[in-house]
C-alpha cells in the first residue's frame, strides 16, 4: 500500500471530506500562523539579570549562560515542546490542531509566580511538570471533560477575549507604545520620538495590513521585516548603536539544553511541601481554564462544536494538551496549549490529524534556525503578542449580551484580566459572579451544582492568592 494510501486510510480523509494535498497544505498554513511562537516564547521566559541592558526582567536566568544563550536554549525547548504535543494531537487525537507553549501562560510563569511570587524558576517548571501528570489523570477519568462541561457558557465565550487584551498590553508595553503612568497608571509613550516605539508603530500596522489581506506568515514577515528595519536604521541611518533596535548576532548556536532539561527536579528540593502544592493550586487553575477556553475557541471558529457548545471527544485532544504540557515542564518551557491560529489551517480545508502532523514535523525542522531566535528584538517578537490580542477579541461577539447573567460574568471576564494582569484572576472573577448574579435574578435553577463548586473553588484561589497565604508560604 503506497504512504499516501496509509495516510488516507489512517486518518479517514473520505470521510472527513478532504485529501493529502489539501492536509498538507493546512498543515503549512497552520504552521506559518502560529511559528511566530518560537521567537516570542523565549523572549516572554527569559529573564534579565539586573544592572544588565533592559533588566532587570524576571524569568528563567541559567547561571554561567548569557541571555542570547539562554533565548536559544528555551527556542530549542519550544520546538520540542510544540513538536511532541502536536505528534500526539495528530496520532491520537487526529484533530487539525497545531499545539506549544501558550502565550498567557508563559507571561504568567515570568511575571506573576517567577516574579511578582519570588519562587525560583526552577520550582516553577517543577510545578509545571506536577500539574501536567496531573491533567493526564484528570483526563484519562473523564473529570477534565466534566469539568469543562461546567464551565458557565458566558465565561467560556469570554476567556479568549480576555486573554487577547491581556497580551496585547504585554505587547504594547514591550514596544514603548503603552506606558507606566503615576497619575492614570498606564498612558501613550512617545511615539512619535522614541526609535522602538516609531519602529514598533510601523512593524505593527505593516503586520495588520498583511494580516488583513490574507497573507500566510503574516506574523512572521511582520516580525522579520521590523527586527531588519531594525538593524538597517542602526546600521546606516540616525539612530545609535544604544537605541535598543537590534537583538544579538553574534551569538553562536546553543543546542545543548542541559541547564534546563530535568531543572524541574532540583526545584523539587527544598520546597515546602504546603507552599509547592499551593503554586501548583495556583497553575493548576490557570492552566486548567485557559485550555479550556482556548481550545473551545479554537473549536468554535473551526465549527467543531456539537449542538451543545461541546467538543465531541474532547479527552483526546487534552491528553495532547496534558502530554505536551508534562514534557515541556521536564525540558524546561511552561504550560502547553492548543492555538487558535488552528482555525487557519482549517480554513485551508483541514480536518483532520494530518493537517496537524505536518505542523509538528515543520516545528522538528525548525531547529535548524535557532541560532536566529536570539537576533530578533523584543519589541519585534512582541508585535505578535498585539496581533494575536486583537484577533481573539472576536468570539466575545458570542456572548448573550441582551442578557445580565451572561453579560456580568462574561464582562468581569474580559476587564479583570488586563486590569490585574492575571488571566487566572479574570476567570476566577467570571467564574465567582455567574451563579450569584442567576440567584439574584431568580433563575438559580439554571445552575448546576458544579457552578457553585467552581465558584467556591475560586473564592478560596482569591484568599490563597490575595490573602498573603502564598506569598507566607513561600
Known amino acids: 500500500m503506497a504512504l499516501s494510501d496509509s495516510l488516507s486510510s489512517y486518518f479517514d480523509f473520505a470521510e472527513n471530506g478532504t485529501d493529502l494535498r489539501t492536509e498538507v497544505v493546512a498543515g503549512i498554513t497552520t504552521f506559518l500562523t502560529m511559528s511566530y511562537i518560537v521567537v516570542v516564547n523565549p523572549s516572554i521566559l527569559v529573564g534579565i539579570r539586573e544592572g544588565a541592558e533592559g533588566g532587570p526582567k524576571p ?7 548569557s541571555y542570547a544563550e539562554t533565548v536559544q536554549m528555551v527556542a530549542v525547548v519550544t520546538l520540542i515542546a510544540a513538536a511532541v504535543a502536536t505528534f500526539v494531537m495528530a496520532l491520537y487525537a487526529k484533530r487539525p490542531f497545531g499545539q506549544a507553549p501558550g ?22 517548571l517543577a510545578a509545571v511538570v506536577v500539574e501536567g501528570l496531573l491533567f493526564i489523570v484528570l483526563t484519562v477519568v473523564g ?26 498590553l504585554i505587547g504594547l508595553e514591550e514596544m514603548h507604545i503603552v506606558v507606566s503612568d503615576p497619575a492614570t497608571y498606564v498612558t501613550l509613550g512617545n511615539v512619535a520620538s522614541e526609535p522602538i516605539a516609531i519602529l514598533s508603530v510601523v512593524g505593527l500596522f505593516l503586520t495588520f495590513g498583511l494580516y488583513a489581506r490574507g497573507v500566510k506568515g503574516s506574523i512572521v514577515i511582520g516580525i522579520i521585516a521590523t527586527t531588519l528595519f531594525g538593524y538597517a536604521v542602526t546600521a546606516f541611518g540616525p539612530v545609535a548603536a544604544d537605541a535598543g533596535l537590534v537583538g544579538n548576532l553574534s551569538a553562536s548556536a546553543t543546542y545543548d539544553i542541559t541547564p534546563l532539561a530535568g531543572a524541574f527536579v532540583g526545584g523539587l528540593t527544598n520546597v515546602d511541601a504546603f507552599a509547592f502544592s499551593l503554586i501548583v493550586f495556583t497553575f493548576f487553575f490557570v492552566d486548567f481554564f485557559d485550555t479550556a477556553g482556548t481550545l473551545t475557541g479554537v473549536s468554535q471558529v473551526a465549527g467543531f462544536l456539537d449542538e451543545d457548545g461541546n467538543l465531541p471527544d ?104 488586563p486590569f490585574t494582569f492575571s488571566i487566572a484572576y479574570g476567570i476566577a472573577a467570571g467564574i465567582i459572579s455567574y451563579p450569584i448574579v442567576k440567584l439574584a435574578a431568580g433563575r438559580v435553577d439554571e445552575t448546576r451544582p458544579g457552578h457553585w463548586v467552581l465558584a467556591g473553588a475560586f473564592v478560596l484561589y482569591f484568599v490563597v492568592r490575595t490573602g498573603g497565604v502564598l506569598t507566607s508560604a513561600v
Open 59 to 65: 524569568g528563567i536566568i541559567v547561571q554561567g549562560a
Open 103 to 124: 502565550l498567557g501562560l508563559n507571561a504568567f510563569f515570568a511575571f506573576t509566580v517567577v516574579g511578582a511570587l519570588g519562587v525560583p524558576w526552577q520550582t516553577a
Open 143 to 168: 473529570a477534565r471533560e466534566y469539568i469543562i462541561r461546567v464551565f458557565p457558557e458566558p465565561v467560556k465565550l469570554a476567556v479568549g477575549t480576555g486573554i487577547g487584551l491581556f497580551l496585547a
Open 314 to 417: 474532547i479527552e483526546r485532544p487534552l491528553m495532547a494538551d496534558a502530554i505536551g504540557t508534562t514534557v515541556g515542564g521536564m525540558l524546561g518551557t511552561s504550560t502547553v496549549t492548543t492555538y487558535i491560529e488552528s482555525a487557519s489551517g482549517v480554513e485551508e480545508g483541514g480536518r483532520t490529524g494530518m493537517t496537524a502532523l505536518v505542523v509538528a514535523a515543520l516545528f522538528l525542522a525548525s531547529l535548524l534556525i535557532v541560532p536566529l531566535a536570539s537576533a530578533v528584538p523584543l519589541y519585534a517578537s512582541h508585535i505578535a503578542l498585539v496581533v494575536i490580542g486583537v484577533v481573539m477579541l472576536r468570539n466575545v461577539v458570542e456572548v448573550a449580551w441582551e442578557d445580565l447573567t451572561h453579560a456580568i460574568p462574561a464582562g468581569m471576564t474580559v476587564l479583570v484580566m
